[in-house]
């Protein structure tokens, strides 16, 4: 059973920073793990990361945001984190980490999901 545990977030300013973190246990293996935002009605990909540490981001976000995970040695197999720079008023969302196990940033093909951290910045 797959458990992804979310802190960080909060509120900034505009130009601010942000570092949110999850820590994923379970059995799976061989995936892609992911942050995914929503504002309103559908949840998109901000950025994945690949077992073997490739990063992908979207356009949006690409030069602001770093996603990186680490294997410590406590019961957590991952920790994954994204680094959030210069942050806008439009990155506002609630922000979920993910399992994704066709690694294409589809929201519809992700198979575990954190419990969600919002994330506010103002103008």
């Known amino acids: 059973q797959v458990q992804l545990v979310e802190s960080g977030g909060g509120s900034v300013q505009s130009g601010g920073s942000l570092t949110l973190s999850c820590a994923v246990s379970?059995?799976?293996?061989?995936?892609?793990l992911g942050w995914f935002r929503q504002e309103s009605e559908e949840r998109e990909v901000v950025a994945e990361i690949?077992?073997?540490?490739?990063?992908?981001?979207?356009?949006s976000v690409k030069g602001r945001f770093t996603i990186s995970h680490t294997f410590p040695q406590d019961n957590a197999k991952v920790n994954l984190t994204l680094q959030m720079n210069n942050l806008k008023p439009e990155d506002t969302a609630r922000y979920y980490c993910?399992?994704?196990?066709?690694?294409?940033?589809?929201?519809?093909?992700?198979?575990?999901w954190g419990q969600g951290t919002q994330v506010t910045v103002s103008s």
């Open positions: 993910a399992v994704d196990p066709i690694c294409n940033g589809n929201y519809n093909y992700v198979d575990h």
């Open positions: 379970g059995d799976d293996d061989g995936y892609c």
């Open positions: 690949d077992s073997d540490g490739n990063p992908k981001y979207s356009d």
